[in-house]
Nanobody
Framework: VQLVESGGGLVQAGGSRRLSCAASGGTFDMAWYRQAPGKQRELVAAITSGGRTNYAESVKGRFTISRDNAKNTVYLQMNSLKPEDTAVYYC????????????????WGQGTQVTVSS
């Protein structure tokens, strides 16, 4: 399984950015994680192969995860960005349970940096 993220960059607070993750090697539930300097990696959003989603409280109402199964690509639309959203964003393949808990498999992309300036 290979995951390749793209779409990171510098954006002003209040702005928007869309991240993409192109997957190859299988169809999985997918998730976006992020890791800010000095902090642990945290789950941002997850989506099943059928489109069921789950979000971290900190991004609800601002971020939207979606997928195009024909292209085997997952997206993260980020709106109303805040400086605290600054992090390296990683794509992951795993399993999103009906309980809402997400179990990451050992498949990660290389990460894409998102920097939000104030």
């Amino acid at each position: 399984v290979q995951l390749v993220e793209s779409g990171g960059g510098l954006v002003q607070a209040g702005g928007s950015r869309r991240l993409s993750c192109a997957a190859s090697g299988g169809t999985f539930d997918m998730a976006w994680y992020r890791q800010a300097p000095g902090k642990q990696r945290e789950l941002v959003a997850a989506i099943t192969s059928g489109g069921r989603t789950n979000y971290a409280e900190s991004v609800k109402g601002r971020f939207t995860i979606s997928r195009d199964n024909a292209k085997n690509t997952v997206y993260l639309q980020m709106n109303s960005l805040k400086p605290e959203d600054t992090a390296v964003y990683y794509c992951n393949a795993g399993d999103l349970a009906y309980s809402g808990s997400y179990h990451p498999y050992a498949y990660w992309g290389q990460g894409t940096q998102v920097t939000v300036s104030s």
